[in-house]
């Protein structure tokens, strides 16, 4: 996957702006995270799945009169990944921007991590937002990759009402596992080349939304990248392999939410249409989804969320559009791959979401349970986990992730991932 280096200009602006405009407050805060997955599958080939360290240092300045400059280095050591030789240690400048508020307008610069979504885990609003999903860990945030971004938002009169604008001068894909079994006969498998098409950067959207007394929604638009990769055997310098491929889409949106007493209801939902680059369609042409949720909280402790997730979508090719044989077992293996990145193995699929959690500031416990199943094909994934706060910013977790179904299907496909856990997190 390509890196973009980060802009050192943007510190030196940041200071700059920062000289002579008053009084300022510093910052520091941080994230340290040891996590190990061991496979429980008796028969897996690799019992240890993954050992990472991963850590944040973050720098926050504030000027009574001027910019807030925000900036993150993250450090990630994995002695033992998911790919056959694993990740030596790495660091680069995670979130470093800047933040200028000025009357009715709100301007940010610079790598940060954000994207659009309001529902529990299924976000069909995400039309960017890069995750590396080859970490094993157990929250998600610590796997949200940083874009460049210009964000413009203004709120006339400080009203109900705001517009906003996001750019993304570069593209920064999600990173994805893919298992070894996927691959046709032959081929290897290389995420470093893309074919993307030229223009656009990484997009570009906007967003209407307004907050009211107890009820709120956005309207959204977003041409540019899909973070998600279509997958297609190409050769490359003189073997086959596998590439990633990623495709325009033009897309809109909506979120809304609303809340009574201790209920809160959430609607989210998205249509996306993507652009033929080459001399063929790509694989996904058009896809709608949505989710439906509503979530409880029981007394100060406990959370319940459940939500309905659906999507429709309409492919160029499909695995059960010509035989299998022996010259089409390669076209059908990597068909068969984008059907289960995307789920569309058939062109509509309907699920469900559940979530139930407890967190209290007077027990140093926590515990959840988290599943997620599409009913067509019954597989599954489910999670359960108990944490400890051992003291202040020291939190020990342990935890299962279980990957169930047939082997044609997404959770099925990564049964080998699934995994007992411990993890040990201080935030300082």
């Given at each position: 996957m390509?890196?973009?280096?980060?802009?050192?200009?943007?510190?030196?602006?940041?200071?700059?702006?920062?000289?002579g405009?008053g009084?300022h407050?510093?910052?520091v805060a941080?994230?340290?995270?040891s996590?190990?997955h061991f496979?429980?599958?008796?028969g897996?080939?690799?019992?240890?799945l993954?050992?990472?360290q991963?850590?944040?240092?973050?720098?926050?300045?504030?000027?009574?009169?001027?910019?807030?400059?925000?900036?993150?280095?993250?450090?990630?050591?994995?002695?033992r990944?998911?790919?056959?030789?694993?990740?030596?240690?790495?660091?680069?400048?995670h979130?470093?921007?800047?933040?200028?508020?000025?009357?009715?307008?709100?301007?940010?610069?610079?790598r940060?991590?954000?994207?659009?979504?309001?529902?529990?885990?299924?976000?069909?609003?995400?039309?960017?937002?890069?995750?590396?999903h080859?970490?094993?860990?157990?929250?998600?945030?610590?796997?949200?990759?940083?874009?460049?971004?210009?964000?413009?938002?203004?709120t006339?009169?400080?009203?109900?009402?705001?517009?906003?604008?996001?750019?993304?001068?570069?593209?920064?894909?999600?990173?994805?596992y893919?298992?070894?079994?996927?691959?046709?006969?032959?081929?290897?498998?290389?995420?470093?080349?893309q074919?993307?098409?030229?223009?656009?950067?990484?997009?570009g959207?906007l967003?209407?939304?307004?907050?009211g007394?107890?009820f709120?929604?956005?309207?959204?638009?977003?041409?540019g990248?899909d973070?998600?990769?279509?997958?297609?055997?190409?050769?490359?310098k003189?073997?086959?392999?596998?590439?990633?491929?990623?495709?325009?889409?033009?897309?809109?949106?909506?979120?809304?939410?609303?809340?009574?007493?201790?209920?809160?209801?959430r609607?989210?939902g998205?249509?996306r249409?993507?652009?033929s680059?080459?001399d063929?369609?790509?694989?996904?042409?058009?896809?709608t989804?949505?989710?439906?949720?509503?979530?409880?909280?029981l007394?100060?402790?406990?959370?319940?969320?459940?939500?309905a997730?659906?999507?429709?979508?309409?492919?160029?090719?499909?695995?059960?559009?010509?035989?299998?044989?022996?010259?089409?077992?390669?076209l059908?293996?990597?068909?068969?791959?984008?059907?289960?990145?995307?789920?569309?193995?058939?062109?509509?699929e309907a699920?469900?979401t559940f979530?139930?959690?407890?967190?209290?500031?007077?027990?140093?416990?926590?515990?959840?349970?988290?599943?997620?199943t599409?009913?067509a094909d019954?597989?599954?994934?489910?999670?359960?986990?108990?944490?400890w706060?051992?003291r202040?910013?020291?939190k020990?977790?342990?935890?299962?992730?279980?990957?169930?179904?047939?082997?044609?299907?997404?959770?099925?496909?990564?049964?080998?991932?699934?995994?007992?856990?411990?993890?040990?997190a201080?935030?300082?």
């Open positions: 390509p890196k973009h280096a980060p802009s050192r200009r943007l510190a030196l602006l940041g200071l700059a702006c920062g000289l405009v009084a407050a510093a910052e941080g994230r340290l995270l996590a190990t496979a429980v599958d008796p897996a080939r690799r019992p240890l993954q050992n990472t991963l850590g944040f240092l973050r720098v926050r300045e504030s000027f009574d009169e001027g910019p807030r400059f925000e900036g993150s280095v993250r450090l990630v050591a994995e002695p990944g998911l790919d056959a030789t694993g990740k030596t240690f790495e660091a680069d400048f979130e470093f921007y800047l933040n200028l508020r000025r009357g009715d307008w709100d301007v940010s610069l610079g940060r991590i954000r994207s659009w979504g309001i529902a529990d885990g299924v976000n069909p609003t995400r039309f960017f937002g890069a995750k590396d080859t970490l094993l860990l157990s929250n998600e945030t610590d796997k949200e990759l940083p874009l460049t971004q210009l964000i413009v938002n203004w006339p009169d400080g009203g109900a009402w705001t517009w906003g604008l996001v750019f993304l001068p570069t593209f920064v894909p999600d990173k994805f893919v298992p070894p079994e996927s691959l046709p006969t032959g081929v290897a498998f290389n995420d470093t080349a074919f993307r098409g030229e223009g656009w950067g990484g997009g959207g967003r209407l939304a307004y907050v007394d107890g709120d929604f956005a309207l959204v638009g977003f041409a990248f973070p998600r990769p279509e997958y297609e055997v190409r050769v490359v003189v073997l086959p392999e596998l590439v990633t491929l990623y495709r325009k889409q033009v897309g809109a949106g909506l979120e809304a939410s609303t809340s009574t007493g201790p209920w809160i209801f609607l989210e998205s249509f249409h993507f652009v680059e080459w063929r369609d790509p694989y996904l042409l058009q896809r989804e949505g989710v439906v949720g509503v979530e409880r909280s007394g100060d402790s406990w959370r319940i969320n459940a939500q997730i659906g999507h429709h979508s309409s492919t160029s090719i499909a695995s059960g559009s010509f035989p299998l044989t022996a010259e089409t077992a390669g059908y293996a990597v068909v068969r791959l984008n059907e289960r990145v995307y789920r569309s193995r058939r062109s509509a699920g469900a979530r139930l959690a407890y967190d209290s500031e007077t027990n140093p416990f926590t515990a959840e349970v988290f599943g997620v599409y009913f019954l597989d599954w994934l489910g999670r359960g986990a108990l944490g706060k051992a202040d910013g020291l020990l977790s342990l935890g299962v992730d279980y990957y169930s179904g047939d082997d044609e299907t997404l959770f099925g496909s990564l049964h080998d991932l699934s995994a007992a856990w411990f993890e040990a201080f935030d300082f």
